[in-house]
């Protein structure tokens, strides 16, 4: 089944970017949409963004819509997130997700495999 690795977090001042990233392996990308999500201290997991199995349809969550964009390199087998003017209120665990269906999917059962995330932290 395919796993899937996070890389890209860190320690950023508000108002900085940064460019998550989501490595497959042991199977490939192109027939999986594909999703973002994010978890707080004490929050629920919540929706960030998707891109369908082509990559031709995205969906974002409002509080993230026009500074985040998600994007998809099936050669690479990777899919990217770069996440624009943060804010403190960004300061999460990243998550990416993986399911075979056409996508893009916004709610967190609709994704079967799941990375083990990558910390990002919004300093104000």
């Known amino acids: 089944q395919i796993q899937l690795v996070e890389s890209g977090g860190g320690l950023v001042q508000a108002g900085g970017s940064l460019r998550l990233s989501c490595t497959a392996s042991?199977?490939?990308?192109?027939?999986?949409?594909l999703g973002w999500f994010r978890q707080a201290p004490g929050k629920e997991r919540e929706f960030v963004a998707a891109?369908?199995?082509?990559?031709?349809?995205?969906a974002y969550a409002d509080s993230v819509r026009g500074r985040f964009t998600i994007s998809r390199d099936n050669a690479d087998n990777t899919v990217y997130l770069r996440v624009n003017s943060l804010r403190p209120e960004d300061t999460a665990v990243y998550y990416c997700a993986a399911d075979r269906n056409f996508g893009p999917a916004t709610v967190r059962y609709d994704y079967k495999y799941w990375g083990q995330g990558t910390q990002v932290t919004v300093s104000s």
């Open positions: 891109i369908s199995h082509r990559g031709a349809s995205t």
């Open positions: 042991r199977d490939t990308i192109s027939s999986y949409a």
